[in-house]
Structure formats: structure tokens, C-alpha cells
């Protein structure tokens, strides 16, 4: 059973950058589209980013494009989101997911535990 497992996550001063990782068992890594998802307080979950699986395409919500970079290191089997000029609206539980099925607009069914990104004002 593949997993993934995110780290990095913590509180921050407005402006701060911050990096996410999600490293993911098993060796099926470089098939998966990867996304990072986001869950702020009284707030539904959200998309904030997402990579393919074979040339590297990626995606951004509005609110985050120019600030938060998404990247892939499949001989490490790990994603990174990499998060500049911080505001405190990033507040949120942020999660690691995969597309088993490899579409990076499709189903996002594998799931990690989840981060805290505090950004203070």
C-alpha cells in the first residue's frame, strides 16, 4: 500500500515562505499526478497546485499563482511545495495527494495526513 506523508508545515510570520514536502512509498511514484490541497478553517478543501506525471505540468489556483511553486523529484519519490510571500489567508491544513490513474485533472484518491501552515499577521 503506497503512502504519503507530508512534513514541513508550521507557523510563519506574514511574508515567510515555507517549503511542503510529501515523500510517497512504493515504486509506482513516477505514474501518479501529485497535487497539494488545502482545508482552511470553515472553509472547503481546495486545490492549490498540481504536477503531471510525465513532463512536469503544473497548475495553480489564482490565489497562489506567482508565490507557491510545485515540483517533483521522482528519484526521491517526493513532491514539494514551495510557498513565498506567505499571507495569513494560507492558513490552512495542507494535504499531499495522488492520481493513481495518472490524470492531473482527474481523481485524486490516495491521501496524506495532512500539515498545519500558520501565517501570522
Known amino acids: 500500500q503506497v503512502q504519503l506523508v507530508e512534513s514541513g508545515g508550521g507557523l510563519v510570520q506574514a511574508g515567510g515562505s515555507l517549503r511542503l514536502s510529501c515523500a510517497a512509498s512504493?515504486?509506482?511514484?513516477?505514474?501518479?499526478?501529485m497535487g497539494w490541497f488545502r482545508r482552511a478553517p470553515g472553509k472547503e478543501r481546495e486545490v492549490v497546485a498540481t504536477?503531471?506525471?510525465?513532463?512536469?505540468?503544473?497548475n495553480y489556483v489564482d490565489a497562489v499563482k506567482g508565490r507557491f511553486t510545485i515540483s517533483r523529484d521522482n528519484a526521491k519519490n517526493t513532491v514539494y511545495l514551495q510557498m513565498n510571500s506567505l499571507k495569513p489567508e494560507d492558513t490552512a491544513v495542507y494535504y499531499c495527494?495522488?492520481?493513481?490513474?495518472?490524470?492531473?485533472?482527474?481523481?485524486?484518491?490516495?491521501w496524506g495526513q495532512g500539515t498545519q501552515v500558520t501565517v501570522s499577521s
Open positions: 495527494a495522488a492520481s493513481t490513474l495518472g490524470s492531473i485533472s482527474g481523481s485524486y484518491d490516495l
Open positions: 512504493g515504486r509506482t511514484f513516477t505514474n501518479y499526478a
Open positions: 504536477i503531471s506525471r510525465g513532463d512536469g505540468r503544473t
